[in-house]
């Protein structure tokens, strides 16, 4: 199947831009772009937009009542899943691993303004508990005779991940355009991989020279190289593509997760006050901060070859900002 006979409805504000970051640029040796998906607009905006486009056009053609989901606090997938059920009259679900909040800050008061049922799971019991809490859930609508719909965690998934196939054909486009030549690395976050492995099935497509780079924001029980892989694997057969996959194909880099997941970490909030500075482009803790941290050291160290051409994905978090305030001005003098 052709990527634009997959139904799709349409949510984000795209095209979204490029743009340089040349003092970063220049302090790295590298000529360091990036795509601002932190602009896309709906739902506070974020990379999660696009996966919902597909998503969303296949539980709306379901007949869905209930849509439920999973991510971490402060879940940039699930204030915009909370959105986009809210959007196409349908009730949210978020089951959230941490405990409950004395100050809904951030995403989770984003969550609480969508009308979102927000359950929380004990994070030391979240990955047991995730599967079976979010189907609990599922068979309670089933049984008040509603139809459920569950979109797995960051929306990763063969069909959420086209999201992604469809941004480096955007990617793509833009670049032609302005007879700019592809880059030749595009760098993301990697919290679930369905935003990795539609890049790199895209990237197979409209970009073969440019290569993929994950730079990992937690941690995970099975590497994150073997899941990404069956999980391109998985876009690509639904797009009819002969091209697979091995985990050998995929670089992501593990050394700029910090403490955990969600947790800041001091590279990373120093990246987010270095970018702050020189380019007035804001990043968050829990995703973009640390992938910018770990862009910056491998630059710095070669890993990175210097005069490459290399675009970042933003894929936003802004509200994640907020709750983290006191770790972000550790800086600022009493």
């Not at 949210?92 to 941490?98: A, F, N, S, T």
Request: glycine letters at 12%.
């Amino acid at each position: 199947m052709k990527l634009d006979e997959l139904p799709r409805l349409s949510l984000g504000f795209l095209p979204t831009p490029v743009e340089d970051l040349p003092r970063l640029s220049g302090e790295l040796g590298v000529s360091l772009s990036v795509k601002r998906d932190d602009f896309t607009g709906f739902g506070g905006g974020g990379n999660k937009v696009r996966k919902l486009e597909f998503l969303m056009a296949d539980a709306v053609a379901r007949g869905v009542q209930v849509v439920i989901t999973t991510g971490g606090h402060q879940s940039n997938h699930a204030r915009m899943t909370a959105a986009a059920a809210r959007k196409f009259g349908m009730k949210p679900i978020l089951v959230l691993r941490g405990n409950r909040p004395d100050a809904w800050q951030g995403n989770l008061l984003l969550d609480h303004i969508l009308g979102a049922e927000v359950d929380f799971l004990d994070p030391d019991a979240y990955f047991e508990q995730i599967n079976p809490r979010m189907q609990a859930h599922a068979d309670a609508a089933e049984a008040r005779g509603e139809t459920p719909y569950i979109i797995p965690l960051g929306g990763a998934s063969a069909l959420g991940a086209m999201g992604y196939v469809n941004a480096i054909r955007e990617l793509s486009e833009q670049y032609a355009a302005t007879g700019r030549k592809a880059p030749d690395y595009i760098c993301a976050p990697v919290g679930s991989g369905g935003t990795l492995a539609g890049m790199v099935v895209g990237c197979s497509i409209w970009w073969p020279g440019t290569r993929v780079l994950g730079i990992a924001v937690t941690g995970t029980a099975v590497p994150f190289a073997e899941r990404i892989a069956v999980m391109a694997n998985d876009a690509a057969e639904l797009l009819e593509l002969e091209q697979r996959f091995t985990p050998g194909d995929l670089r992501i880099e593990n050394d700029y997760v910090g403490p955990g997941y969600s947790i800041p970490s001091e590279q990373g909030n120093a990246a987010i006050l270095r970018t702050g500075h020189a380019e007035g482009v804001l990043l968050d803790p829990v995703y973009t901060g640390k992938a910018m941290a770990g862009i910056i050291d491998l630059a710095q160290r070669g890993a990175i070859e210097q005069g490459s051409d290399v675009l970042f994905v933003h894929c936003g978090g802004t509200p994640a900002l907020f709750p983290f305030n006191e770790q972000l001005t550790a800086d600022v003098s009493a």
